[in-house]
């Protein structure tokens, strides 16, 4: 009865010392697992590579402060390469005691079945169009067309300001252009596009090309499958993609290349290959899939 009373939610205020220490990176029982530097030190990795969750482990290994609950972050875990998933697959299976585990993941099927036969699933709805152009304001981006950002980023904020910061949207609209050649590509124009992923200091403009590509193959894959378009991304992308994608058999052709050609492309890069001609490789196979539409 002298109990306090229930909260009723889970905000704290930002001068709350707990609060600090998380924006500073610096909370002792917190321990966030993301992507580091590749195997040469030298350069970011393309996944979470299996030396990072060794780090979890020894994280575990110390003494709880103030023998409260310790909390592991992993953000996301779709981007685990197989080994780093297996050896956090043993952590959850036998999980240290006083632990929670919190896995973000975009793509939850490219997660083990075992991982996800582990977890409990709290799914998050996408912000509409107006909660995301607020959000984008509070952080200091100025987005002109919200609904557009809203569809690119599946209404993840983190997700509209990678593509705000990198000119997403104008990359975007030039894909569309692109696929509007098809079935045969403008190959100057195809070239021009993948050397802007390529070159020192544009791996960023790699992986979000890449983002994007796989967005459009998705949103052919649906258009076929539902018979109508989503709300476009940018002007002119609804008839393309009814063209292409004028029935089910077509949105499962563009589902069975998205399935496998963004993989691909990450891991032809994890090993150092050419980004432009990585790029030019996902352009061919588009290409060749639209030649197979058209010649049915």
Not at 103 to 126: G, N
């Amino acid at each position: 009865m002298f109990a306090p009373p229930q909260p009723v939610t889970l905000d704290i205020a930002p001068d709350h010392p707990v609060a600090r220490r998380i924006a500073a990176m610096s909370e002792p029982r917190l321990y966030l697992l993301r992507r580091g530097l590749n195997e040469s030190e030298k350069a970011p990795a393309q996944d979470i590579l299996v030396k990072e969750v060794r780090k979890l482990k020894d994280f575990f290994a110390l003494s709880a402060t103030d023998g409260g609950r310790r909390v592991a972050i992993v953000d996301a875990a779709d981007e685990m390469n197989i080994p780093a998933a297996n050896a956090l697959l043993k952590l959850l299976e036998e999980p240290p005691a006083g632990v929670t585990f919190l896995l973000i993941s975009h793509q939850p099927f490219r997660l083990l079945p075992t991982i996800r036969s582990r977890c409990r699933e709290l799914r998050l709805s996408p912000l509409p169009p107006d909660q995301m152009a607020e959000a984008l304001a509070a952080a200091g981006a100025r987005i002109d067309d919200a609904p557009a950002m809203a569809e690119l980023a599946g209404g993840s904020v983190g997700e509209a300001m990678r593509i705000a910061n990198l000119d997403g949207m104008a990359l975007y609209h030039n894909l569309v252009a692109l696929f509007a050649g098809l079935p045969r590509f403008d190959r100057p124009r195809a070239l021009t596009l993948a050397d802007t992923g390529s070159g020192r200091g544009n791996e960023p403009r790699f992986d979000l090309l890449v983002t994007l590509i796989d967005l459009l193959l998705a949103r052919l894959a649906r258009t076929g499958t539902l018979g109508t378009p989503p709300v476009e991304a940018c002007r002119g992308e609804a008839p393309l993609l009814m063209r292409l994608a004028p029935d089910p058999w077509a949105g499962r052709l563009w589902a069975d290349l998205a399935q496998s050609l963004t993989a691909r492309a990450r891991r032809g890069k994890a090993v150092n290959l050419d980004p432009a001609a990585l790029l030019m490789d996902m352009f061919l196979r588009i290409e060749e899939t639209a030649g197979i539409l058209a010649a049915r």
